[in-house]
């Protein structure tokens, strides 16, 4: 069977790819990667002011992630583009700052049990399915990307803040991040090869605006959780979500909680990196999935024999099971890792393998090359979920696959979105079969996370649904009434 390679870059020789981003005057970086940068294991990366190392070594990734002598902190270009954002959070700071938000944050994920949230997860999905029916019965063209960003930030919402998108706060606070995603995010090449390290960036009034405005928002859907919990009367036996469970978060060693502005620093990386991170992966997978049929078909297939299993139920235990449709999630996390890279800034010099680093040196660590090395994957460019069959993914087991980083700042919600993921996978991809407009215009592109260049529009067909569960049709289903509200 001849494998299906999705849109990616031709990589090409340096000077090359510098001239096609300057000529062009295109600032996604992927188009500036050349093919050295697939290929070496550490190098450095044409000509920068700053001097960017490349690594694509797991065992020097791992040594970088995991920092053990703190050496290698998040790189400014990130901290600039986040910290009007999400303030000093976890996401961002380091040093003693990191550990102390780390070792109160971790125990609240530990305690926030899948069962807890899975009820809100599943409801928001119904409600998507519901929505995809009048649209495949209108005819109406859909923004595949813009579609899962909706509903990943619906289930967000809902795990953090027990509450909707559907409230009208939650909804300008996604909109505010369409906002900050789109005009914050995109690289600026320039200042990554001219300007020194450190050198402060200021945002564009429209990003520090969005920003103040979805601080101010998530301060609001917090004081309105919390008005919420006080009013309930002591015997309510209520389920903690995970806004509540930061407010009662405590330093181990001071007993004190997070500040009103800590919990919005936290609670809007929470929000951010919850639903737009999972989302850009899915609009690749079903992107995928609408290309390659018989993939679709067999995901299907999987499903349906698992609620044959099941009595019909797809819960937590059900979904585990649905090993092809998690490998069609993984795959894509591969191809189209949502971080596209993960870069650090050198605080001092030193040695990193081969390579000697000096102080203010990018060290880039990117995904979107270590998941398609060829010394790592076989057909590396080409999308094929049996890689991951037990056994035959040897590189995942070399340390060449991190989609949710690695070390002490991998990701604490993986386990969340993998569920999460498999469900959204299994019961869109039962009832609905997307047909994309234009393919052949589709094109990833670094933002702040891997995205298409421009949105994929689709239609909609609706599958005969087979046991496939109750479905909820209220007319405030549609997201533009949804805004209204």
């Given at each position: 069977?001849?494998?299906y390679?999705?849109?990616?870059?031709?990589?090409s020789?340096?000077?090359?790819?510098?001239?096609?981003?300057?000529?062009?005057?295109?600032?996604?970086l992927?188009?500036?990667?050349?093919?050295?940068?697939?290929?070496?294991?550490i190098?450095?990366?044409?000509?920068?002011?700053?001097?960017?190392?490349?690594?694509?070594d797991?065992?020097?990734?791992s040594?970088?992630?995991?920092?053990?002598?703190?050496?290698?902190?998040?790189?400014d270009?990130?901290?600039d583009?986040?910290?009007?954002?999400?303030?000093?959070?976890?996401?961002v700071?380091?040093?003693?700052?990191?550990?102390?938000?780390?070792?109160?944050?971790?125990?609240?994920f530990?305690?926030?049990?899948i069962?807890?949230?899975?009820?809100?997860?599943?409801?928001?999905?119904?409600?998507?399915?519901a929505?995809?029916e009048?649209?495949?019965?209108d005819g109406?063209?859909?923004?595949?990307?813009a579609?899962?960003s909706?509903?990943?930030?619906?289930?967000?919402?809902?795990?953090?803040?027990?509450?909707?998108?559907?409230?009208?706060?939650?909804?300008?606070?996604?909109?505010?991040?369409?906002?900050?995603?789109?005009?914050?995010a995109?690289?600026?090449?320039?200042?990554?090869?001219?300007?020194?390290?450190?050198?402060?960036?200021?945002?564009t009034?429209?990003?520090?605006s969005?920003?103040?405005?979805?601080r101010?928002?998530?301060?609001?859907?917090?004081?309105?959780?919390?008005?919420?919990?006080?009013?309930?009367?002591?015997?309510?036996?209520?389920p903690?979500?995970?806004?509540?469970?930061?407010?009662?978060?405590?330093?181990?060693?001071?007993?004190?909680?997070?500040?009103?502005?800590?919990?919005?620093?936290?609670?809007?990386?929470?929000?951010?990196a919850?639903?737009?991170?999972?989302?850009?992966?899915?609009?690749?997978?079903?992107?995928?999935?609408?290309?390659?049929?018989?993939?679709?078909?067999?995901?299907?297939?999987?499903?349906a024999?698992q609620r044959?299993?099941?009595?019909?139920?797809?819960?937590?235990?059900?979904?585990?099971?649905?090993?092809?449709?998690?490998?069609?999630?993984?795959?894509a996390?591969?191809?189209?890792?949502?971080?596209?890279?993960?870069?650090?800034?050198?605080?001092?010099?030193?040695?990193l393998?081969?390579?000697?680093?000096r102080?203010?040196?990018?060290?880039?660590?990117?995904?979107?090359?270590?998941?398609?090395h060829?010394?790592?994957?076989?057909?590396p460019?080409?999308f094929?979920?049996?890689r991951?069959?037990s056994?035959?993914d040897?590189?995942?087991a070399?340390?060449?696959?991190?989609?949710?980083?690695?070390?002490?700042r991998?990701?604490?919600?993986?386990?969340?979105?993998?569920?999460?993921?498999?469900?959204i996978?299994?019961?869109?991809?039962?009832c609905?079969?997307?047909?994309v407009?234009?393919?052949?215009?589709?094109?990833?592109?670094?933002?702040?996370?891997?995205?298409?260049?421009?949105?994929?529009?689709?239609?909609?067909?609706?599958?005969?649904?087979?046991?496939?569960?109750?479905?909820v049709?209220p007319?405030?289903?549609?997201w533009?009434?949804?805004?209204?509200?």
């Amino acid at each position: 069977m001849t494998l299906y390679r999705p849109p990616a870059p031709w990589p090409s020789g340096p000077l090359r790819s510098l001239l096609r981003v300057v000529l062009r005057g295109e600032r996604n970086l992927l188009s500036l990667l050349p093919l050295p940068a697939y290929r070496m294991r550490i190098g450095r990366l044409g000509w920068s002011r700053r001097g960017i190392v490349m690594v694509n070594d797991p065992a020097l990734v791992s040594e970088v992630l995991r920092d053990p002598q703190q050496m290698y902190p998040k790189n400014d270009l990130m901290v600039d583009a986040l910290q009007a954002l999400v303030g000093d959070s976890m996401f961002v700071c380091s040093g003693a700052n990191w550990q102390r938000q780390r070792a109160m944050i971790e125990p609240a994920f530990a305690l926030m049990r899948i069962d807890r949230v899975f009820d809100g997860m599943a409801q928001a999905v119904d409600e998507q399915v519901a929505r995809l029916e009048l649209a495949a019965c209108d005819g109406t063209l859909l923004s595949l990307d813009a579609m899962l960003s909706r509903l990943t930030a619906d289930i967000v919402c809902r795990a953090i803040f027990s509450v909707p998108l559907a409230s009208a706060t939650a909804y300008r606070v996604f909109e505010d991040f369409l906002v900050f995603e789109r005009s914050c995010a995109n690289v600026d090449i320039g200042r990554m090869i001219f300007a020194r390290p450190w050198t402060a960036t200021s945002q564009t009034a429209a990003v520090q605006s969005a920003c103040q405005r979805i601080r101010a928002q998530i301060g609001c859907l917090l004081d309105q959780h919390q008005q919420t919990r006080a009013q309930q009367p002591a015997s309510a036996a209520v389920p903690p979500d995970l806004a509540q469970m930061l407010v009662e978060a405590r330093d181990p060693a001071s007993g004190q909680g997070f500040t009103r502005e800590e919990l919005i620093d936290q609670l809007g990386v929470f929000f951010l990196a919850g639903h737009e991170t999972t989302a850009s992966a899915l609009t690749w997978a079903f992107f995928v999935l609408a290309m390659q049929p018989a993939l679709a078909s067999r995901l299907r297939a999987e499903v349906a024999a698992q609620r044959l299993l099941t009595g019909g139920v797809l819960d937590p235990a059900a979904l585990r099971q649905l090993s092809f449709t998690r490998n069609v999630f993984r795959e894509a996390l591969r191809l189209y890792p949502p971080i596209t890279f993960l870069p650090r800034v050198a605080l001092r010099d030193g040695q990193l393998g081969p390579c000697r680093i000096r102080r203010g040196n990018m060290i880039m660590i990117a995904p979107w090359t270590l998941h398609r090395h060829a010394d790592f994957w076989d057909n590396p460019d080409c999308f094929d979920p049996d890689r991951f069959v037990s056994g035959l993914d040897r590189a995942h087991a070399a340390g060449a696959y991190i989609p949710f980083g690695q070390g002490p700042r991998v990701c604490v919600g993986a386990a969340f979105a993998s569920l999460e993921a498999t469900l959204i996978l299994a019961r869109l991809g039962e009832c609905f079969s997307f047909t994309v407009q234009a393919p052949e215009r589709v094109r990833p592109a670094a933002r702040l996370t891997t995205r298409p260049e421009q949105e994929i529009l689709i239609s909609v067909g609706l599958l005969e649904r087979a046991a496939a569960g109750p479905s909820v049709r209220p007319e405030s289903l549609r997201w533009s009434q949804m805004k209204a509200s």
